[in-house]
């Protein structure tokens, strides 16, 4: 079992910024990829931005300059630091991992994982 926990939402004002956490707990044995995906209100979720087991990072055209997203892989841990925000950016962001993990000693499987969501409002 991987449990996925993000933190770090809040309210914001336009053009301020605010840094997003996400860490991953349970019988992880590595993470490949980390995700950052968004869901506004009557919209579909949108992917952010995800960054690689090699630190490799890619970034959605609408966020592309304003966020950074980062990971920690020793601690499975990452954060999506957004800055210059604007309204639009409000959503609900959820992590989402993909990785192998420990179902015994010798057996390991892969898995998918979400959080369950921080609220982000952009709003003066």
């Known amino acids: 079992q991987v449990h996925v926990v993000e933190s770090g939402g809040g309210l914001v004002r336009p053009g301020g910024s605010l840094t997003l956490s996400c860490a991953a707990s349970?019988?992880?044995?590595?993470?490949?990829?980390m995700n950052w995906y968004r869901q506004a209100p009557g919209k579909q979720r949108e992917w952010v931005a995800q960054?690689?087991?090699?630190?490799?990072?890619d970034y959605a055209d609408s966020v592309k300059g304003r966020f950074t997203i980062s990971r920690d892989s020793a601690k499975n841990t990452g954060n999506l630091q957004m800055s210059s925000l604007e309204p639009e950016d409000t959503a609900v962001y959820y992590c989402?991992?993909?990785?192998?993990?420990?179902?015994?000693?010798?057996?390991?499987?892969?898995?998918?994982?979400w959080g369950q969501g921080t609220q982000v409002t952009v709003s003066s």
């Open positions: 960054i690689t087991s090699g630190g490799n990072t």
């Open positions: 349970g019988s992880i044995l590595s993470i490949n990829a």
């Open positions: 989402y991992v993909d990785g192998v993990k420990v179902l015994g000693a010798s057996t390991r499987a892969t898995f998918t994982s």
